[in-house]
């Protein structure tokens, strides 16, 4: 079974600082994808990354693929409370499911 | 041009009741995923169709559990009996594309369904 950990778990940080999500798995996905999820609606694309190495930036936001494919990471700069919400990462396995990770809560106070 | 639609938003019942689900995929999308969201276990894919046909149901839980899709515009997702262990956030996600590496998930606002 494949499995994607995120950590951290929670993070609350003060508007302005800098932050890192990471997305880690023992298995290959043939990409992967960063969703975001606001209280009481559904996850929203944020981007996908397929290539191995690929870094990929969304205004303050940068994602980049593990040079093996089987990791990522959401770095957020300058965060602002907007930002607050569950940061999903997803993999596509072999077998073309979306498998996602437990997700990552992260609250900016202003 | 409206996204994916599931109804009802909440549910509240009581165990050994029938729950049934609904969703209304994105017109002209060919995949349509259930997904169940939890504390505990996050979101786990429940089952997904292509064109209206089961591709892979193994994340449902048990017999309990039934899903169908009888035509492109309209899916359930059916619970009988319910418990409490089904407490949970119930998506409906659809797909143009499942596109083995790109292809993008719209998700619904969710069934929040407790069972007391």
């Known amino acids: 079974t494949q499995l994607l950990e995120q950590s951290p778990q929670f993070l609350s940080i003060q508007e302005g600082e800098n932050l890192t999500v990471y997305c880690n798995s023992s298995s290959v996905f043939s990409s992967l994808q960063w969703y975001r999820q606001e209280p009481g609606e559904g996850p929203v694309l944020l981007v996908t990354v397929v290539t191995g190495g690929e870094v990929k930036k969304l205004k303050r936001l940068t994602f980049q693929f593990g040079d093996a494919r089987k990791d990522s990471s959401l770095h957020i700069t300058a965060a602002q409370p907007g930002d607050t919400g569950l940061y999903l990462c997803a993999g596509r396995s072999n077998t073309g499911k979306l498998i996602f990770g437990q997700g990552t809560t992260l609250q900016v106070k202003p | 041009d409206a996204g994916v639609i599931q109804s009802p938003r909440h549910e509240v019942t009581e165990m050994g009741q029938e729950v049934t689900l609904r969703c209304k995929p994105i017109?002209?999308?060919?995949?349509l995923f259930w997904y169940r969201q939890t504390m505990m276990r996050g979101l786990e894919l429940l089952i997904y169709?292509?064109?209206?046909?089961?591709?892979?149901d193994s994340g449902m839980p048990e017999d309990r559990f039934s899903a169908k899709m009888p035509n492109a515009s309209f899916s359930t997702l059916k619970i009988q009996p319910s418990e409490p262990r089904d407490s949970a956030v119930y998506f409906c996600?659809?797909?143009?594309?499942?596109?083995?590496?790109?292809?993008?998930?719209?998700f619904g606002e969710g069934s929040r369904l407790t069972v007391l």
């Open positions: 017109s002209g999308h060919d995949y």
């Open positions: 169709f292509n064109n209206n046909v089961p591709i892979d």
């Open positions: 996600a659809s797909s143009l594309d499942r596109g083995l590496n790109t292809g993008e998930l719209f």
